[in-house]
C-alpha cells in the first residue's frame, strides 16, 4: 500500500505494489478468487480488516491502494469502514472510477487509489475532505510513494532511481520489475524500496499484475511466510493495455 510502480511494455501493463505494514498486522491470505456482484475477483486479503490493497476483476478493470491522500495525516479512528474494504467496493462495479467519484467517503481514512479501466488510467486521491480525480497517461510510466511514510525529498529520490532505472531497462519483464521493487535504494532502510524501520513497520510482500488482451498474471511474494505464488485470471471481455 506505500510504493506503487505502473508500467506499459510490448502491449501489456504491469503493476506492482509493495505493501508496508506495523509489525503487528497479521499475515495477510494470499491471493485468491472470490465471487462478487459484478463478477470474479482475485486480491490478496488482509487478515485484519477483511479488505484488501490490491485487486483485479475478471472484466479487465484492477485498483491498488496507497495510504494517505495528498499529505500527511494523523490517523482520527474510528473510521467508518476499512479502506481496504472500500477497494473492494470500487472495483466490485463495471467502472471503479465513476464509483470512486459518487462514493460517499465521509468518515473513511485519507487514500490514494490507483485505477486502471478500460484501458485507462486514473489517480483517485481523497484527503479526509475532499476527492481530487486526475486521468493520467497510459503510456508512460509512473512511480507512486505513500505520502504517510515518505516525504516530499524521499519522494522525489524515488522517482530519480525509478527514472534512471527505466533507461537502463526500457522493456523490462515483470521479474525485472519485481527485483526493482526489492533491491533499489541507496542503504537506508528507512526509505529504500524493501524498507525496515528498526522492525516496527517494514515491507512485508509485493504485488505485481502484468495485465495483457484477454489475461493477467498476479505474482506475490510474501516476505513474512518466505513463500512466492501467482495466479492467472482470464478476463471475460477483451481489455486494451494498449
Known amino acids: 500500500m ?6 506499459p511494455v510490448n502491449n501489456k501493463i504491469i503493476i506492482t505494489s509493495n505493501r508496508d505494514e506495523k509489525h503487528w498486522r497479521l499475515p495477510a491470505v494470499a491471493p485468491s478468487f472470490y465471487a462478487m456482484r459484478t463478477g470474479k475477483i482475485l486480491l490478496p486479503k488482509d487478515a485484519d480488516a477483511g479488505g484488501t490493497w490490491f485487486a483485479a476483476h ?17 490517523p482520527d479512528p474510528p473510521y467508518k469502514k476499512s479502506r481496504g474494504l472500500v477497494l473492494i467496493d470500487l472495483i466490485d462495479d463495471e467502472s471503479p472510477d465513476s464509483n470512486f467519484l ?3 467517503l465521509k468518515n473513511i481514512e485519507p487514500f490514494t487509489a490507483i485505477i486502471f479501466e478500460e484501458g485507462q488510467l486514473f489517480e483517485c486521491r481523497w484527503d479526509g475532505e475532499k476527492k481530487n480525480h486526475l486521468a493520467l497517461n497510459k503510456h508512460q510510466p509512473h512511480i507512486w ?32 520489475i519485481l527485483h526493482f521493487h526489492q533491491f533499489t535504494g541507496d542503504g537506508d532502510k528507512h526509505n529504500d ?13 509485493i504485488t505485481s499484475i502484468e495485465i495483457s488482451e484477454d489475461v493477467a498474471l498476479m505474482q506475490y511474494l510474501d516476505f513474512k511466510s518466505q513463500q512466492a505464488l501467482q495466479q492467472e485470471i482470464a478476463f471475460t471481455k477483451a481489455t486494451i493495455p494498449r
Open 145 to 176: 510513494s505513500s505520502v504517510t511514510l515518505y516525504d516530499d525529498k524521499v519522494i522525489r529520490k524515488r522517482k530519480k532511481w525509478f527514472d534512471e532505472w527505466l533507461k537502463k531497462n526500457p522493456s523490462p519483464s515483470q521479474g525485472d
Open 58 to 74: 475478471e472484466n479487465g478493470n484492477a485498483v491498488v491502494f496507497l495510504n494517505g491522500g495528498s499529505i500527511k495525516h494523523e
Open 193 to 205: 524500496l524493501l524498507m525496515n524501520r528498526d522492525g516496527h513497520v517494514f515491507t512485508v510482500s
Open 2 to 7: 506505500c510504493t506503487v510502480t505502473f508500467i
Open 102 to 104: 459518487h462514493y460517499d
